[in-house]
């Protein structure tokens, strides 16, 4: 059994504040398939509740994390279509080591974004 799992952290730079009530979804890719495996929304803190893709489900292959960040805009800062940039942030990945801890944390802004392996 892996001992791996997939975390993330969003963190609204525009405000220096967690990403809060953001919506996080998971897929599996395969070829030019994606399969959905989780859906999950940050805490007040801009993390899940719980691992995104826990222990028991962890595996090697190419995933891919939709970050809901125009509805989060929307919502949390008032902004509008009008004046934000960014809508959907997809991040694409490999996980390679199945006892590796894998975080794909996000910085995020209307108008840009960054990310990185994180620990």
Known sequence: MADGFLTTHVL???????AAGMRITLYALDGGSRKMLAEMTTNDDGRTDSPILPKQDFA?????????????????????????FLDVVPIRFQIDDESSHYHVPLLVSPFGFSTYRGS
């Open 12 to 18: 609204d730079t525009a405000v220096g504040t967690p």
């Open 60 to 84: 090697t292959g190419s995933y891919e994390l939709e970050f809901q960040v125009g509805d989060y805009l929307d919502r949390q800062q008032g902004a509008s279509k009008a004046n934000r």
